[in-house]
């Protein structure tokens, strides 16, 4: 039980290169849901495991033993340290419920504060322009969805390139990618190891709207130097929430790069094998953790007295 118990812990320090080589080559789309997927399985895989830990160590305890009605001592092989796993267990999982809690309160807020911006500016169809001398732009999620750009950045640039960072904000916001940014930040705060991989899904979402900003105006070239353009107007600023998706976040040079120089990624194309060994590793994190929490629960069941050993 042991092993099974910490290796759900040790895959996601994994995870960081795989999803960062993944999101270099694999085509965006399918690198959206592979990096989400795993990234989420590796999350729940490790909390499966501290909670395992953490229940070990309560029914250790005269008390909780007592409310299980366990008549035998509850068997495990590492004894010596169930009461220091079940404590750091503890820890780690109030440290990140109370991180994830103040992220999304954060969020939360940022969102309600952008869309009652919004909504004090006129609109056209889902563009929404907010007089600022900040140069920003960013797919505003919700009901209903915006295009939020500032007058800054509209003065940055022309209006080919304009249309070009319309069609990269409005592919956001038709693919849904805040789900895909919030699913990052929950396994982000499930794991420390899972922070560079939420990054490497952050960088994927981007290349998804690039590629469909590109095929949308019809000129790689126009939508490389549209992105490039925004993402040197509008700095290093980042006001709007996380799960806002913006053209100009992300490693912008390598968004570019990619835009000048990788055709469009064609279906069909081999899978990498960084993508195929990220996916086993989640699919390993998910299987020991559920054979994890089997034998524990069998465990329990003979310290009941409802099964021999």
């Known amino acids: 039980m042991t092993a099974l118990l910490l290796l759900p812990l040790l895959l996601p320090f994994i995870a960081p290169v795989l999803a960062q080589r993944t999101a270099r080559r694999l085509a965006p789309v399918p690198a959206v849901w592979v990096l989400t997927l795993a990234a989420l399985a590796l999350a729940g895989g490790?909390?499966?495991a501290l909670g395992a830990l953490v229940l070990t160590g309560l029914l250790k305890l005269p008390f909780f033993?007592?409310?299980e009605e366990l008549v035998h001592p509850l068997h495990t092989p590492w004894d010596a340290v169930?009461?220091?796993?079940a404590t750091a267990a503890v820890g780690l999982l109030a440290i990140g419920a109370w991180a994830l809690i103040r992220t999304a309160v954060h969020q939360v807020r940022?969102?309600?504060a952008a869309h009652a911006e919004a909504g004090r500016r006129p609109a056209a169809g889902d563009l929404c322009i907010v007089e600022s001398p900040h140069p920003d732009a960013y797919a505003l999620p919700g009901r209903p969805s915006r295009v939020v750009i500032t007058t800054a950045m509209i003065r940055s640039l022309d209006a080919a390139e304009r249309e070009a960072l319309f069609a990269h904000e409005r592919a956001h916001n038709a693919y849904r990618h805040h789900y895909f940014l919030a699913a990052a930040e929950l396994a982000a705060h499930c794991h420390p190891a899972?922070?560079?991989?939420r990054d490497a899904?952050?960088?994927a979402v981007e290349r998804a709207a690039d590629e469909a900003a590109a095929t949308a105006v019809g000129d790689r070239r126009l939508t490389a130097r549209a992105i490039a353009r925004a993402a040197l107007a509008a700095g290093a600023r980042r006001d709007r929430p996380a799960v806002a998706p913006g053209?100009?976040?992300g490693p912008v040079p390598r968004r570019v790069a990619a835009l000048l120089t990788s055709p469009a990624p064609r279906r069909g194309r081999a899978t990498p094998w960084t993508a195929l060994l990220l996916a086993t590793c989640a699919t390993a994190s998910v299987c020991t953790a559920a054979t994890g929490m089997s034998d524990f629960h069998h465990e329990v069941e003979v310290?009941?007295?409802?099964i021999a050993r």
């Open 303 to 306: 310290a009941q007295g409802e």
């Open 82 to 85: 169930a009461a220091p796993a």
């Open 65 to 67: 033993a007592s409310l």
């Open 110 to 112: 940022g969102l309600r």
């Open 46 to 48: 490790s909390l499966t």
């Open 201 to 203: 899904i952050r960088y």
């Open 247 to 249: 053209a100009t976040t």
């Open 194 to 197: 899972l922070r560079p991989a």
